[in-house]
């Protein structure tokens, strides 16, 4: 198994059974954070923005004041989910909880 292999419904649905917070909207994995304020939500967005570019796979992002949105898909799989959105997905929870348990 490759990290851009397309999951099957069953790992998609294990994947969202750990990670509750997580949805499949319109064919990709999304999920919305709520940050404490606009600018901690923004310097969420720079982590996010670095771990994927690391991993040369990147979100969509959505900022709404403190609402930061993000989507996973894999384009070259034809747009659809894949590993390697889940641990992206994955690893952007611990991003975050890292992030803002340090802010308190």
Not at 8 to 31: C, I, T, Y
Not at 72 to 90: C, E, Q, S, W
Request: aromatic content about 8%; overall charge negative.
């Amino acid at each position: 198994m490759t990290e851009r292999t397309v999951l099957s419904q069953a790992e998609l649905d294990a994947f969202l059974a750990k990670h509750p917070a997580w949805k499949v909207d319109g064919g990709m994995l999304a999920r919305t954070y709520e940050a404490p304020a606009f600018l901690e939500g923004v310097g969420f967005v720079d982590r996010v923005a670095k771990l994927s570019e690391a991993a040369d796979h990147h979100p969509d992002i959505d900022i709404r004041w403190r609402k930061v949105t993000l989507r996973f898909v894999t384009h070259d799989a034809g747009n659809r989910i894949t590993t390697l959105d889940a641990r992206l997905a994955a690893e952007c929870d611990a991003l975050f909880s890292a992030h803002f348990s340090s802010l308190g």
